[in-house]
């Protein structure tokens, strides 16, 4: 009887705080009125489990819970791009600029995004977006603005091809990644594909053999995440003015203007003056903004398309035309400072952070490396760039921590690539890596007792 009346006092299951008694915790409390009373319960519960399991003692669970509370209500997790990509899709692609990010909480509360406040009427939806787009591409004469580049070409094909033929080089029926394939998004929209030419080479003899009555336009597909090397040809969107229907260019990573250190990415602005009408392309590539579809070019062309009522399904919200008119009249964005990022800065960086780990016994070293454009864009162009090389074991470590970084693994190493890393935030990454060293430092000392 003495025994079982200590093994009740010794359960765990008793010495775990009922979760009302945790949840009045002032900071708790005053959790639940930011995030929410059921986000911060489930926290609790999770740190309930925690005692239960015997991973922290009773007394620590408010503690605990504190100290898993997220920053906001939402699950999303900021993550530090050290993967030298710098428009990784998995991280959402293009980091806001501070202006974007400033317009943003600006738009959170109700606007003037479709009213004109001199007169009190209805006005045009985007509009000061709009004319900030068309000021940065002097060549278009109109644009548009719909929630991602695909749904961009899908506008074009349904509302200037359907029922109709989209001329095509086989050459660029590509996949644009995660198993959407560009045929296949152009034939969802009723159009009919009329391919042209071989893989590796087409001409403009073969597009104007194809050109007829049941002709809606056609297309060019710049090949942004692969590249056909040795006996190829294209024929170039100039070569294909004056076949009697519309040139649609399908740019992909956004570019606005000629960029020198991409000299082969096309941009909007060339594609228009060399005689494209319409030109569609990604916001949230190297533009550096938002997540958005652009459509650029002939005033009545980009009329018809806004006019379709697919338009109004793929229309984008206030949020995204404040970011992007901020993205575009603001200060340079985070890729493009990536982008130009001097490989001379980057290494002494690397340098002097991997000296103030290595002074406290971790295993870091500044090494040369190379980083990608990625997004879609520039492919085979690499940037000369630096990172703090560590152990293998620091990727893992690295991203389960509670300022998350993702970096990349080379040759047995973790690799921190910092042309995708802002220099202000050195000092947290720094930090990052000392207490991943330390998550795996008690991780091996635990394996080793239970050994």
Known sequence: MEHRASAVATDPRRLVARTDAVLADPRLAGAALRLGRDLVKSVVADAQ?????GEIAPGALADAAVAALPDTAARLRPVVNATGVLLHTNLGRAPLSGAAMAALAAASGTTDVELDLATGQRSGRGRSALAALTAAVPAAEAAHVVNNGAAALVLAATSLAAG????????????????FRIPDLLVSTGARLREVGTTNRTTRADYAAAVGPETGFILKVHPSNFRITGFTRGA???????????VVADIGSGLLRAEPLLPDEPHAQGRLEAGADVVTASGD??????QCGLVLGRTDLVRTLARHPLARALRVDKLTFAALEATLRGPHTPTHQALHAAPGTLRERAGRLADGLKAEGIDARAVDCEAAVGGGGAPGVTLPSAAVSLPEPYAAALRGGRYAVLGRVESGRCLLDLRTVPPEADTALADAVRAAGTALTSAATTGTRAR
């Open 236 to 246: 170039d969107v100039g070569e294909l003015r004056g076949l009697g229907v519309p």
């Open 164 to 179: 109709k033929e989209i001329i095509v080089s086989r050459g660029e029926m590509v996949e644009i990644g995660d198993g």
């Open 285 to 290: 590539k190297l533009l550096g903004g938002p």
């Open 49 to 53: 489990q925690r005692v239960r399991s």
